[in-house]
């Protein structure tokens, strides 16, 4: 089996660091870099089923794809549990935020379909119950293969492990409706190595998952991202001058910053058809900034690579904060090196007064951006909440050069197809 550096011909790239220094320039509520105001009487999709993470069909470039006019989403889904005595409170009330917070354990990859982009009809769960290998089906990417309708689902099968994991079927179409039809055997791809990311040995809270399969535009080879964190035993590594960055006086102080390590991981494929990886030294770290860079994905535009990511306050280290919300690093070239956009990252946050209204973006190539629902304060003082588990508004985003703006807000989960496929 060749290396790296026989295929490379050159030693593997240095990740780019994602710095305290730069970390220190997020501020919540700017403006152009902030999620508009998500109203408390926001619609919901279903009244059956919770949704998060959601993942629009599109092709290895990353154009979201219709096919024969349907356009199609996947979601992480959870049943809702109204009428289970175990969610029920000791008023006779349904717990619906214990309801939602433990979903994770139970999300299984759903599809939608719709004629508009929008108003999205509920198609069922992927794959039968019993294919997938382990408890919980977590995020990924569904990719339009041919004409023909093949889709590959990279997703992420957890508990027990972590594996990254692909599984084929196909797509559908009637003039009433898709459905999705074989997803039936899951291949597992790779795990965590312990040497460039970090295992479950290493630590239990370890993050590796969120496959983002894509071509690269410039030497047409198959690759993937993923979020993962940097390999080592909790609280081992080093939070030194470079991932400091360049701070003020006064600033120096890491405090218990060593454990947080998240990283965006980049593996590639050694055959055509993606069956066959190798995981490459991570693009970017975060060591004593954020433990959590979840979803990493694409946008290629004026020739430059934009790398974007989801991330939490709760997952930032000592002494740098940052609202919830999607950032992002730009690159003239795959391997980079990366800067942080707006000098911060940060690209589209929460407002400070609605902390955890939305989650999970995704950046389409468009510019269009769209995450789900979280909770939404419908008091003053925040302190009565309505769980979302659905659909948000789309925001839409101008990227220019190092920047990006927040220029206008669409419609609950609008997302519009680039390119229409006709199936043969
Ligand atoms: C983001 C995320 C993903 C993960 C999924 C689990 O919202 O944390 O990283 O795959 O949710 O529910």
Request: aromatic letters at 12%.
């Amino acid at each position: 089996m060749k290396s790296n550096t026989e295929k490379f011909g050159k030693a593997p790239h240095q990740p780019s660091l994602w710095t305290r220094a730069d970390a220190l320039k997020v501020h919540a509520d700017d403006p152009t870099t902030t999620q508009p105001l998500v109203s408390a009487d926001f619609p919901v999709l279903s009244n059956e089923v919770f949704i998060w993470d959601t993942m629009p069909l599109r092709d290895l470039d990353g154009n979201i794809t219709s096919v024969d006019g349907w356009s199609v989403i996947f979601t992480l889904t959870a049943d809702r549990h109204p009428n289970d005595p175990q969610y029920i409170d000791e008023n006779g009330n349904y717990d619906i935020t214990r309801d939602w917070n433990d979903r994770h354990g139970r999300a299984k990859m759903y599809y939608w379909f719709s004629r508009t982009g929008k108003d999205w009809k509920l198609g069922g769960r992927v794959m039968a119950e019993g294919v997938s290998p382990t408890a919980r089906e977590w995020a990924g990417t569904p990719i339009l293969l041919n004409e023909q309708g093949d889709v590959d689902l990279y997703y992420t099968a957890v508990t027990p492990g972590a594996t990254i994991v692909k599984v084929r079927g196909r797509v559908v179409t009637t003039e009433h409706g898709v459905s999705m039809v074989g997803f039936e055997k899951v291949k597992p791809l790779f795990e965590a190595d312990g040497k460039m990311y970090q295992t479950e040995a290493q630590n239990p809270f370890w993050g590796f998952r969120d496959p983002w399969p894509f071509r690269d535009p410039n030497d047409g080879k198959l690759y993937m991202l993923f979020e993962g964190n940097v390999a080592g035993e909790r609280g081992s590594h080093k939070v030194g001058k470079a991932e400091i960055g360049d701070v003020p006086p006064g600033y120096e102080d890491v405090g218990n910053s060593r454990f947080q390590t998240a990283c965006v991981g980049i593996a590639v494929a050694r055959d055509e058809d993606g069956d066959d990886w190798e995981m490459l030294p991570p693009l970017l770290t975060a060591v004593g900034v954020n433990d959590q860079t979840e979803r990493p994905h694409f946008v290629f535009q004026d020739g430059k690579y934009y790398l974007f990511t989801i991330s939490h306050t709760f997952t930032y280290a000592d002494g740098v904060t940052g609202p919830d919300g999607v950032y992002g690093f730009v690159a003239d070239s795959l391997f980079g090196p990366y800067v942080p956009l707006n000098g911060s990252g940060l690209v589209l946050g929460n407002p400070s007064s609605q902390p955890f209204q939305t989650y999970s973006h995704c950046v389409m190539p468009n510019g269009l951006v769209t995450s789900f629902i979280d909770s939404v304060p419908t008091d003053e003082s925040g302190t009565q909440i309505r769980i979302g588990g659905t659909e948000a508004p789309t925001v839409e985003i101008k990227i220019k050069g190092q920047q990006t703006f927040v220029v206008a807000e669409y419609d609950y989960g609008y997302i519009p197809p680039m390119l229409d496929v006709t199936l043969e």
